[in-house]
DNA sequence: AGAATCAAAGCACGACCGTTCGGAAAAATT
DNA sequence: AATTTTTCCGAACGGTCGTGCTTTGATTCT
């Protein structure tokens, strides 16, 4: 890797983690430039301006998701607990990455209502996502594990809603229950989308 | 009304629609000056802070849901009524009373990270609403319409997932549907807590 | 009406913002 | 080893940030 993309790697690590605090509008070139040890300069012209650099934390972020959550989570069985192993391993990951929750949470909230192409290039993101766990639940259905009439999409908008439930809860409210709780509101998700048995 | 408590109203009303745009920690004094047509020491004369300005508009947020979420559903009756009305005031409050969305929710993500006296503040308003909820639950509980043995605090962290997921879906999606998807999944929760009939 | 209080303005401050530019050092290529 | 390209720094820019201070004018109270 040459010296140029390695220090590139390290400012987006430290933006990232940065960011998953204070958010993505908060993060000053300064303060970045502090914090990996360069100048604002020098660290500026890696990017050539703040919005490209937000563009690609948020890129360098969904990467990670996409290694550290979905990539695990896809080893295991269709269906079922390939579904659970998401909320697993996004657990895992949301918590012990960074210094804040999820980033991918934080920037949602963050440019819900704040155009402009960081906000543009995010949509694309959260869509991909979400088209993701509708397909989770999709194959859980093939599998006929769910119920064939199951609406995918109205099961991908449940699942997420825990997830940002749960990131309050953790994150805001500090609650130690949130995991459990978030489990158990899955489990019961899950229980109501399966077939009926006849 | 005295003349500063007028004008400071004003200001409160301007830089909490602004707030649920952009956020609390991009409002800044000379662009919030700027749109009530005041001097920013004039403005700033008022709050004698930054952080006590923006506690006293997640205040004034805070009173806002009160009269235009709570108080016009607790007209309803009890229990389920009750609860659904809740879902209805706060859909119009959120998303007529502000550009961006509601604000409450847009402070939660914003804060849920970032120490001090506004997160602290904040977090007491959320438990206070979160209580109400679990309130609301509990009180269809005693009318017999829920089942006895609900965990009326599983069924507001529920609650209040699906409201976060409806905000980013009609947010920063965009989604149409958001709001339908939304009353379905409500539906949902509610009849599956219902008590069972025997 | 006069006195006391308050609201608002103007101005200035130091700090930090994103960004530009030119040059030096380091790395990659030939 | 020479040359080209990349990486990084230092200094400086125009702006905006939050926050004081002082003064003037409006409002409120006696």
Redo the contacts between chains.
């Keep these: 890797m040459s010296k140029g993309k390695e220090t590139r790697e390290t400012i987006l690590r430290a933006a990232l983690d940065f960011a998953?605090?204070?958010?993505f509008?908060?993060l000053s070139i300064g303060e970045l430039a502090k914090r990996v040890g360069m100048s604002k300069s020098g660290l500026f012209g890696h990017f050539n301006s703040k919005e490209k650099l937000q563009m690609m934390v948020i890129d360098y972020a969904a990467d990670n998701f996409t290694e550290h959550v979905f990539i695990p989570a896809i080893s295991k069985d269709r269906g079922i607990p390939r579904i659970l192993a998401i909320v697993e391993t996004w657990h895992r990951w949301s918590s012990r990455y960074f210094?804040?929750?999820c980033p991918l949470?934080?920037a949602?909230?963050?440019?819900?209502?704040?155009p402009g192409p960081v906000?543009d290039h995010?949509?694309e993101h959260?869509?991909t996502m979400?088209n993701s766990f509708q397909k989770a639940a999709q194959i859980a259905v093939d599998e006929g594990q769910f119920d064939r009439n199951l609406d995918c999409?109205?099961f991908a908008?449940?699942f997420?809603?825990?997830m940002?439930?749960?990131?309050?809860?953790s994150?805001?409210?500090q609650d130690d229950d949130a995991k459990f709780?978030h489990l158990?509101?899955v489990d019961?998700l899950i229980e109501?989308s399966k077939a009926k048995e006849q």
């Design positions: 998953s605090k204070l958010g509008e908060s210094t804040g929750g949470v934080a949602a909230f963050e440019y819900d209502d704040r906000r995010l949509t959260q869509k979400l999409d109205a908008f449940e997420y809603s825990l940002l439930g749960y990131h309050l809860y994150r805001l409210l709780r158990e509101a019961s109501r």
